[in-house]
């Protein structure tokens, strides 16, 4: 994966998962950048008017889903559709994999999906985001970069916009139907002044968690009623926990020598460990890239079921955090997402 930046909007159009060349990521100790600093909930408003809701699901259109994320979308192919065959049978519990196309169905399949945003550049990416247990039944969590980018929380162009959430994706179709986003937060640590602060320097320090409230279906069920959900904990992390990851990566847009192309959900699975550059994120062996950041990694899921616990969502790879080759790295959920979560329990679909 390289390590070259391109000015920022377009760096995070084409990618979903945060990059810093490992040299700079190594000076900054966690949380040293932030301890003076009292940390809040940074709101902002989505699509909250019926005519809004429209637009947007109209705006997703199956090729468009198809190409969110390549640098030039007006030249690059619409992909190939992913026809891996289905496999009804369970994942023994406890086996590794570094990186394959989820065949075996479950409650994974329904409440995993991609999330579809455009950057203020007019640009379309896309990450992972997961529908988790909650109070208002419409509650899903992501990666904070997969929101927005470091700056004023005032400021429109420091959000992406066009917030679609598709349960489910495959092959550019909406098994589920689509979401639009009523409402995003993330930590207040990403409003910091960008001039002083990347957005590295916040995943670093553990903050790269961003929360949903999705807007109802367009027949008014609630999302969690639609798709189900994974629970959820703010627990301390356990080194060689083993962990199940899922997430939409898309480097094939952009290199045609790329393994995966945003087409289907893939899943890995093996023993967590700490990243030696940033030890407040946690990985799995993982070959997934861009486009799998937000990702839930569930600790105690059951193969035969689909289910675990989102204990984490995806930040980067060991270009950031360090570490083996083809390691994902996830932002472990702790005081800062339970914070958010708080937030979004309350708050209406």
């Not at 390289?2 to 490992?22: E, I, K």
């Not at 139907?177 to 670093?204: I, M, N």
């Not at 627990?235 to 952009?254: I, Q, W």
Request: charged residues 20%; contains cysteine.
């Amino acid at each position: 994966m390289s390590t070259t930046h391109r000015a920022f909007p377009r760096t995070f159009a084409a990618a979903g998962v945060l990059l810093l060349s490992a040299t700079t990521a190594a000076v900054l100790p966690p949380n040293t950048a932030f301890a003076a600093e009292r940390e809040s909930v940074t709101t902002h408003s989505g699509a909250t008017t019926e005519q809004e809701r429209s637009r947007i699901d109209a705006y997703w259109t199956p090729e468009r889903m198809k190409l969110a994320g390549a640098m030039v979308p007006e030249i690059t192919p619409v992909p190939e559709d992913d026809n891996t065959p289905d496999d009804p049978r369970p994942l023994p519990a406890n086996t590794p994999d570094p990186g394959a196309t989820w065949t075996h169905g479950g409650a994974v399949n329904r409440s995993v999906g991609r999330l579809f945003f455009t950057f203020s550049d007019g640009y379309d990416g896309s990450c992972t985001a997961t529908v988790v247990t909650s109070a208002n039944r419409s509650t899903a969590i992501t990666a904070a970069h997969c929101l927005r980018g470091v700056g004023a929380a005032a400021t429109d162009a420091t959000w992406n916009h066009n917030l679609y959430f598709v349960p489910g994706y495959r092959n550019g179709t909406k098994p589920l139907g689509g979401f639009s986003v009523k409402e995003a937060a993330t930590s207040s640590r990403w409003d910091a002044d960008p001039g002083r602060t990347t957005s590295a320097d916040v995943a670093v320090a553990g903050y790269d968690t961003g929360i949903l409230v999705v807007n109802p279906s367009a027949e008014g069920r609630r999302i969690a009623d639609v798709t189900g959900s994974q629970r959820i904990a703010f627990t301390m992390p356990a080194e060689d926990e083993f962990v199940h990851t899922f997430g939409y990566p898309k480097d094939r847009l952009n290199n045609p020598d790329a393994k995966y192309a945003g087409s289907r959900m893939i899943h890995c699975a093996g023993p967590a460990r700490p990243g030696p550059q940033a030890p407040l994120l946690w990985g799995e062996s993982c070959d997934m890239s861009h486009g799998a950041s937000g990702g839930p990694h569930l600790a105690q899921f059951d193969t035969r079921t689909g289910t675990g616990t989102v204990v984490g969502v995806t930040t980067t790879s060991e270009d950031l955090a360090g570490g083996p080759a083809d390691t994902l790295y996830a932002t472990r959920l702790g005081d800062s997402a339970h914070r958010l979560y708080a937030w979004a329990q309350g708050r209406a679909a």
